[in-house]
């Protein structure tokens, strides 16, 4: 598909990330069954890539749950590496409870590493991490993944809440960008 001078080369079909978000669904809805906290597991996304799957998570689960946003940023101009702000903070108390933290893509893992010391130190009983996406070779920090999509290549992916420079977040599937620093082809004489 063209869009503009970018090429958008599907990488993981619509179809496919259907199919495995229903079994990561059903693999949460099993390891809450017996212990899920009446009062609801507290699935916290993380903005606003995570969206369009914590949506799509969301509807498959059968357990109680509520639904919460962080919102972090990193790289920003002037920070170091590793360096992660929180623009948005968690509204629901946390303390005694079980949390799924709902990410759409593991990269470095700093911004992972943050939140999830943020959640442990405001109480919550156990926190669980869910992301769609894990680009594993590029992992400085370790944080343990315990319900993962999709491994993938060292790739910039967008697509399906994943953007670049803030487009492309609604694509319905996963892909990634091509030729973006090619020059236009010359204009027919
Ligand atoms: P980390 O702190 O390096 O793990 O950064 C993770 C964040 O970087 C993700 O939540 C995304 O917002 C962003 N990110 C990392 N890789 C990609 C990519 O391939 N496409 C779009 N955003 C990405
Ligand atoms: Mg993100």
Same mark, same amino acid.
């Given at each position: 598909?063209?869009?503009?001078? /970018?090429?958008? =080369?599907?990488?993981?079909?619509?179809?496919?990330?259907?199919?495995?978000?229903?079994?990561?669904?059903?693999?949460?809805?099993?390891?809450?069954? %017996?212990?899920?906290?009446?009062?609801?597991?507290?699935?916290?996304?993380?903005? !606003?890539?995570?969206?369009?799957?914590?949506?799509?998570?969301?509807?498959?689960?059968?357990?109680?749950? !509520?639904?919460?946003?962080?919102?972090?940023?990193?790289?920003?101009?002037?920070?170091?590496?590793?360096?992660? =702000?929180?623009?948005?903070?968690?509204?629901?108390?946390?303390?005694? !409870?079980?949390?799924?933290?709902?990410?759409?893509?593991?990269?470095?893992?700093?911004?992972? =590493?943050?939140?999830?010391?943020? *959640?442990?130190?405001?109480?919550?009983?156990?926190?669980?991490?869910?992301? *769609?996406?894990? !680009?594993?070779?590029?992992? /400085?920090?370790?944080?343990?993944?315990?319900?993962?999509?999709?491994?993938?290549?060292?790739?910039?992916?967008?697509?399906?809440?994943?953007?670049?420079?803030? =487009?492309?977040?609604?694509?319905?599937?996963?892909?990634?960008? /091509?030729?973006? %620093? /090619?020059?236009?082809?010359?204009?027919?004489?």
């Amino acid at each position: 598909m063209a869009m503009g001078k /970018e090429n958008v =080369r599907v990488l993981i079909s619509q179809e496919d990330l259907e199919r495995r978000i229903a079994e990561l669904a059903e693999q949460i809805n099993r390891d809450f069954s %017996s212990s899920a906290d009446s009062d609801g597991l507290v699935c916290i996304g993380v903005l !606003k890539g995570s969206v369009f799957f914590l949506v799509d998570l969301l509807k498959k689960l059968t357990i109680p749950v !509520k639904i919460d946003f962080f919102q972090t940023s990193s790289y920003g101009s002037g920070m170091v590496a590793g360096e992660v =702000r929180i623009r948005k903070d968690v509204d629901l108390p946390l303390q005694g !409870k079980d949390v799924l933290l709902i990410e759409d893509i593991v990269d470095t893992g700093y911004t992972l =590493r943050t939140i999830l010391g943020l *959640l442990k130190f405001r109480g919550a009983r156990t926190v669980r991490l869910c992301a *769609l996406l894990d !680009k594993a070779e590029r992992r /400085e920090v370790d944080v343990p993944i315990d319900y993962c999509g999709f491994t993938i290549e060292n790739l910039f992916v967008v697509g399906y809440g994943l953007d670049f420079d803030e =487009r492309y977040r609604n694509l319905p599937y996963i892909a990634v960008v /091509e030729n973006e %620093s /090619e020059p236009d082809p010359p204009s027919p004489s």
